[in-house]
T-cell receptor, first 114, second 114 residues
Framework: AQSVTQLDSQVPVFEEAPVELRCNYS??????LFWYVQYPNQGLQLLLK??????LVKGINGFEAEFNKSQTSFHLRKPSVHISDTAEYFC????????????FGGGTRVLVKP | DVKVTQSSRYLVKRTGEKVFLECVQD?????MFWYRQDPGLGLRLIYF???????EKGDIPEGYSVSREKKERFSLILESASTNQTSMYLC?????????????FGQGTRLTVV
């Protein structure tokens, strides 16, 4: 079985400061890893994904994440946040098994303060 | 662009009613999913389907059923709605296999059971 733990439920951060959102996963098979963002009153939108290859993945809106297999982590970072980055962020894992079931973490709510 | 459309943004139903939530995708995806989203719990998988007429239980299937008669449509059914089923419901779809395991989400249906 696969699972995802997002270690912080809320992260307040000042505008133009860096942010890191932590994600750890467990899975018995090869994994694909994702970060999604949900802006208020909207559905989920993909920020970035790791399928294979380079462990540093760059996504939209200046976000990047690093896959660390030994630590089973996939932390999300942005060097300088904007007010518009206020949203909820979800880490997710899926695998090669039939159906590619996607398992989500509990979410991290980011509040960017001016 | 991939489009996943949920039939309603907001629904209010009475306890004991049979409720249908509809989801349609236009990209010929094999996989379709139903999640519910609750504060602090992230997204939890209710059911998923990897082909027409095929379905598998997710993590919280109790009180729900699904129907997939056509590839593009996946319906979630609350047999007898209860107040603890008040939640945001999200539908998603994805391709099978390594080509692209990204899931695309609808805008969500906020269901209130009174």
């Amino acid at each position: 079985a696969q699972s995802v733990t997002q270690l912080d439920s809320q992260v307040p951060v000042f505008e133009e400061a860096p942010v890191e959102l932590r994600c750890n996963y467990s899975s018995s098979v090869s994994v694909y890893l994702f970060w999604y963002v949900q802006y208020p009153n909207q559905g989920l939108q993909l920020l970035l994904k790791y399928l294979s290859g380079s462990t540093l993945v760059k996504g939209i809106n200046g976000f990047e994440a690093e896959f660390n297999k030994s630590q089973t982590s996939f932390h999300l970072r942005k060097p300088s946040v904007h007010i518009s980055d206020t949203a909820e962020y979800f880490c997710a894992v899926s695998g090669e098994a039939a159906g590619n079931k996607l398992t989500f973490g509990g979410g991290t709510r980011v509040l960017v303060k001016p | 662009d991939v489009k996943v459309t949920q039939s309603s943004r907001y629904l209010v139903k009475r306890t004991g009613e049979k409720v249908f939530l509809e989801c349609v995708q236009d990209m010929d995806h094999e996989n379709m999913f139903w999640y519910r989203q609750d504060p602090g719990l992230g997204l939890r998988l209710i059911y998923f389907s990897y082909d027409v007429k095929m379905k598998e239980k997710g993590d919280i299937p109790e009180g729900y059923s699904v129907s997939r008669e056509k590839k593009e449509r996946f319906s979630l059914i609350l047999e007898s709605a209860s107040t603890n089923q008040t939640s945001m419901y999200l539908c998603a779809s994805s391709l099978v296999g390594m080509r692209n395991t990204e899931a695309f989400f609808g805008q969500g249906t906020r269901l209130t059971v009174v």
